[in-house]
């Protein structure tokens, strides 16, 4: 996988809620709804289970009326007088409301209506009710066991009495109570959860301030947190500024240190550099112990570039590049002015990174100077810039890099000995890339010379 698609995958990685109010607010509305939804379905079955008692009472009434208004028939069967029975209902064919009277052997000897066509209901025992809702016709039956003893016979017979009422009413009613129910709850739901995102909305100000304020340090626009924030947020605020005072302060420190010790190195080899120019050494010696001093110069001078580097910090003000490297590039055209080298700057102007200024001089100075010295007439600088990463392209028309280029990033190796040098660029750009957490890619350049590549972690 290429540096590009490496780019493209860890940009694709990313997780899909990252945002603390959206958990906040995904995790109670998931409660909250099922809450809503179980409570609802609740409700509905309770609901259906009080019309299926009223209906099975209602039409428990209706049996006892029919029963008070049963007789005995010249043959002995038992009949019912429609005539005697209050609801009317069984008097009216198309009504929805029917009954009907089942003997001991399952058949039917009355009904209220001349068409009726049921089967009987299972065999039941004197006393026993049985509640059912059939299928064909859709329909509430409940049916009662009884013993009818007539005063002319001794003999008991054994009956059923069934009614039958149509559901219609009371899937109408159960109908409307759903709709009502849903819109209640729907409605009560949607109020809630917009009553949670305001008091979301508000629980969560401080910490919006808060990364207002964080901005606003790595803008440079002030140098610590001065807000006001609740007790939970109190220890962190203080922590935080802690932080900011401790590192400007060891910033400070080291630079300071690293001045004192550049002043006192000073001295010695100003000393040495003299005793070079004594007219009493030798002049092999005298030419040996000059190279030698400017060597040790030379490396002093990158250690305390290498020390001073500040490596990755979060709090500290973005650096626009482009600007920077128009700098450089003006001076590196002044120093390979003989060579007539074609610079080309084509970083985008907005593009800024969080580093230390200097370790950005030191960084684009060395690539840029080799760039133009390995390089024959044409150095170009570009960057490619994702969410995560910016990669930066430093391309020259050379001839290139040698088999096995990772070997330059070792300190003191050299592409060509002909060029003057310590051979230490490359090993320093090495070092101030993996103190900001990137990576340092040596390639074939478009140019068709060498690229390369900085890697830097967007923050």
Not at 335 to 345: A, H, K, L
Not at 412 to 426: E, F, V
Not at 445 to 458: E, I, K, N, T
Request: hydrophobic share 40%; with cysteine; glycine share 8%.
């Amino acid at each position: 996988m290429g540096p590009a698609a490496r780019l493209k995958a860890g940009a694709a990685r990313r997780p899909r809620v990252t945002s603390l109010r959206a958990r906040l607010l995904l995790s109670t509305a998931v409660v909250l709804f099922a809450f809503v939804g179980l409570g609802g379905l609740a409700l509905e079955k309770a609901f259906e289970s009080s019309l299926l008692q009223a209906q099975q009472d209602k039409l428990e009434g209706l049996i006892y009326a029919l029963l008070g208004a049963a007789s005995t028939t010249a043959d002995g069967e038992l009949t019912i007088a429609l005539d005697a029975v209050p609801d009317r209902r069984l008097r009216e064919p198309l009504s929805g409301l029917q009954a009907a009277l089942f003997n001991e052997l399952g058949v039917m000897v009355w009904s209220s209506s001349r068409s009726l066509d049921i089967s009987p209901p299972p065999p039941l025992k004197v006393g026993e009710w049985y509640f059912q809702r059939l299928s064909k016709p859709d329909a509430f039956r409940l049916s009662f066991g009884l013993r009818w003893i007539d005063s002319e016979s001794d003999a008991p017979r054994q009956y059923t009495v069934s009614v039958i009422d149509d559901t219609s009413a009371f899937d109408r009613q159960l109908k409307i109570f759903r709709r009502t129910l849903w819109a209640w709850l729907g409605g009560t739901a949607l109020t809630l959860v917009a009553i949670l995102l305001l008091i979301l909305r508000w629980s969560l100000a401080p910490l919006r301030r808060l990364g207002r304020e964080l901005h606003r340090i790595e803008s440079g626009v002030q140098t610590e947190i001065e807000g006001s924030y609740p007790d939970e947020l109190k220890p962190l605020t203080r922590d935080l500024n802690a932080m900011i005072v401790s590192e400007r302060s060891q910033q400070t420190r080291y630079r300071n240190a690293l001045g004192d010790l550049a002043h006192t190195l000073k001295t010695p080899l100003a000393v040495l550099r003299g005793i070079s120019g004594e007219a009493e050494i030798p002049q092999t010696q005298r030419q040996q112990l000059h190279e030698q001093v400017g060597r040790m110069q030379h490396i002093v001078d990158h250690q305390l570039r290498r020390a001073a580097a500040a490596g990755s910090r979060t709090l500290t003000e973005p650096v626009q590049l482009k600007p920077l490297a128009d700098k450089l590039i003006a001076a590196l055209a002044k120093v390979y002015g003989d060579r007539q080298i074609q610079f080309d700057n084509a970083l985008d102007a907005a593009l800024k990174l969080r580093a230390d200024q200097g370790d950005l001089y030191e960084l684009l100075g060395n690539l840029l100077d080799n760039a133009a010295k390995y390089g024959d007439r044409q150095v170009r600088l570009s960057a490619q810039v994702d969410k995560k990463f910016c990669r930066l392209d430093i391309d020259d028309d050379g001839p290139g890099f040698p088999e096995a280029p990772e070997k330059l990033l070792e300190r003191g190796a050299r592409a060509d000995t002909r060029q003057p040098g310590q051979g230490i660029g490359l090993a320093s750009v090495s070092e101030i890339v993996q103190a900001y957490g990137g990576r340092l890619l040596l390639e074939h350049s478009p140019l068709g010379g060498a690229r390369v590549s900085v890697v830097l972690p967007l923050r």
